[in-house]
């Protein structure tokens, strides 16, 4: 049914609406976006108030979208069993849009890839073994936060359709495709998120990770 697909993403939008890095900053009598890069993410918060900030932040976006596709789970599991995997997906994408997008904040939000580790981890666990060494690998070999996100957004969807193919994602057949058009939605939009970086990216001017020392600030 369309309506449970509804419930799910405005489930989700509400919960992706906690800020954690926004939250935390002004806890620290800061508003986030006003400082590195503006976004409003668990990166932006690790290099401006350091790893503890980012950590926490890190957590509170993907137990968000956790929650947003266990609550979904138990909403529709009993009624609808073979769409409900497919449904937590659609809370996960709700609470991406809601962190990217917060009305209450001018739709300035974040990135989403924290909210997207929590889908894949939630939705189907093995997926992320791969997504973080891809992640690791990637920041690890160039410093570039941005394109180990960009390539983790990459290397879920193609392990979507992988498992998918297989028979893993405990979805009924009639409903793979959607999953798949789905997915595919959280990949496009990390990739448009992205998208300063990438140009960044391709002129060599995209900056490496560093992180601030507690309570030393990086302003625009």
């Not at 998120?193 to 995209?206: D, P, V, W």
Request: charged share 10%.
């Amino acid at each position: 049914m369309i309506l449970n697909r509804i419930i799910c993403l405005a489930l989700g939008y509400v919960l992706g609406l906690f800020q954690t890095g926004y939250i935390y900053g002004k806890l620290h009598h800061i508003d986030i976006r006003e400082y590195g890069s503006g976004n409003a993410g668990a990166t932006n918060t690790l290099r401006t108030l350091g790893w503890k900030a980012g950590l926490i932040t890190f957590l509170g976006d993907a137990g968000k979208a956790a929650l947003s596709m266990g609550l979904a789970w138990l909403l529709f599991h009993q009624a609808y069993p073979g769409q409900a995997h497919l449904l937590e997906l659609y809370a996960g994408l709700g609470t991406v849009l809601g962190h990217n997008f917060p009305f209450y904040m001018k739709f300035k939000g974040g990135k989403g890839i924290a909210c997207t580790a929590g889908v894949l981890l939630t939705f189907y666990p093995p997926m992320a073994l791969l997504c973080l060494l891809v992640f690791a690998g990637t920041v690890a070999a160039t410093r570039y936060v941005s394109l180990g996100s960009i390539l983790v957004s990459l290397c879920f969807y193609g392990q979507l359709v992988v498992f998918g193919q297989m028979g893993f994602l405990w979805v009924d057949k009639e409903f793979l495709m959607e999953t798949y058009a789905v997915g595919a939605v959280f990949t496009v939009l990390a990739i448009w998120r992205h998208r300063a970086n990438i140009k960044r990216l391709a002129s060599g001017t995209e900056n490496k990770i560093s992180v601030s020392k507690s309570g030393s600030l990086n302003k625009n």
